[in-house]
């Protein structure tokens, strides 16, 4: 393994620095798309101008950022517990969930509060059940206090499913060395399952989102498929390789054709969107990262700047939806008048880039420093030297698209 790179010190200071560059530019790309679906397009924009049709695409398609998120997750956090079965022969449950706990509850439990706490303030009183599905993290199931949290509901689902299940795998399996092989017999069996399950879905019920988009039962194939993914990079790792490696153009191109058909269509209108059409982005997201993972030196120096956006993805998303509406909503009051589309847009998406960097340095990676300190990991960096990036002064457990989470 490559000598650790010293961290600086502005850096939380238990971890390896370095982040995996095109990862980290995926995870930007994923926040920029979500915030993208949530900007508002105003009445003036003429139809068929190039600002609007560039708008409505990036509102109309920006949800695909969600399935990225999950095909990151799915890759990155079953990797840990990969490396660590590597390296110590076990998996342990308890450490990984206290890593997990003080990884996403802080942050998001003060995101919670202190937007509960502004809507008491102005008399906008939420029932008890979204209080409670939010505290719960049952929010894609019951109805919470915010539209976007759902998707934090089936990750944290994945979390305490994905362990127990390679822990099962791990008691019953004769091979030492890998003891995961029917991962991808259960990753093929889950994802078809869950296809037919989201066709009999759209033929019982009316489409809307809370029932056909949000449920873990319909959705964890996408983290699934980033599992699959991750088992194959860290088991066949040569095989892997070799096989991107040769078919590179034509799995990136592929990617991003399957991650197409949701900025041309819109959701309730077709039926083919949230049915096989969810497949597609877990594959085409899963090929865009498989690609990422083997991109040349040159694209990775050139995605830096824009890679560390995704370093402070999870406190941008969790906070987007209070800045675009609370914000904004401020300041064309305070100017008395609506801004255009554009500079609307570079307003909102620079202030919730700038307001989750800085509350990600104010609580999110100030509990990470004390969760490294205390609980350090048992699972050793990636090995891809190639990959690496050490900005001076970026954190180095933000994101599941960290190297050392």
């Known amino acids: 393994m490559p000598a650790q790179v010293p961290v600086p010190a502005s850096a939380p200071a238990t971890t390896d620095s370095s982040r995996l560059v095109v990862l980290d530019a995926l995870r930007a790309l994923a926040v920029l798309l979500v915030i993208g679906r949530h900007l508002r397009i105003p009445y003036s924009l003429s139809p068929g101008s190039g600002t609007r049709i560039f708008a409505e695409l990036w509102q109309r398609g920006g949800w695909i950022g969600v399935d990225l998120f999950f095909v990151l997750s799915g890759f990155l956090v079953s990797g840990l517990l990969f490396r660590e079965h590597q390296q110590h022969g076990r998996v342990s449950l308890g450490r990984f969930f206290v890593r997990r706990g003080l990884k996403i509850y802080p942050a998001f439990y003060a995101f919670l509060a202190a937007t509960l706490a502004l809507r008491l303030a102005w008399g906008r009183y939420p029932e008890w059940s979204q209080v409670l599905s939010e505290l719960f993290f049952v929010q894609n199931y019951v109805h919470g206090v915010w539209n976007h949290t759902w998707s934090l509901a089936v990750e944290e689902h994945f979390y305490i499913l994905l362990p127990l299940l390679l822990l099962f795998l791990l008691r019953h399996s004769r091979a030492r060395r890998d003891p995961f092989t029917a991962l991808p017999l259960i990753c093929a069996v889950l994802m078809g399952g869950l296809l037919v399950l989201r066709i009999q879905n759209a033929i019982a019920v009316p489409y809307e989102h809370a029932s056909h988009l949000f449920p873990t039962h319909l959705r964890i194939d996408s983290l699934m498929f980033g599992v699959l993914l991750s088992y194959w990079f860290h088991y066949h790792r040569d095989q892997f390789r070799g096989f991107v490696m040769r078919r590179r153009a034509v799995l990136a191109t592929l990617g991003v054709a399957l991650l197409v058909p949701p900025f041309l269509m819109e959701l309730p209108a077709s039926v083919g969107l949230h049915t096989v059409g969810l497949t597609g982005l877990a594959l ?122």
Do not use: M
């Open 284 to 405: 085409g997201s899963g090929l865009l990262l498989a690609t990422a993972l083997h991109a040349p030196d040159g694209l990775q120096r050139l995605l830096k700047p824009f890679a560390r956006i995704g370093a402070y993805s999870y406190s941008i998303y969790l906070w987007h939806l209070p800045v675009l509406g609370y914000w904004l909503t401020w300041v064309e009051g305070v100017l008395g008048t609506r801004l255009p589309w554009w500079p609307r847009t570079i307003l909102g998406v620079s202030a919730c880039i700038a307001f989750g960097v800085g509350v990600s340095q104010l609580i999110e990676y100030r509990v990470l420093r004390f969760r490294d300190r205390h609980f350090p990991s048992n699972s050793r960096p990636i090995d891809l030297p190639a990959l690496r990036q050490t900005p001076r002064g970026q954190p180095a457990t933000g994101t599941e698209a960290s190297v050392t989470p």
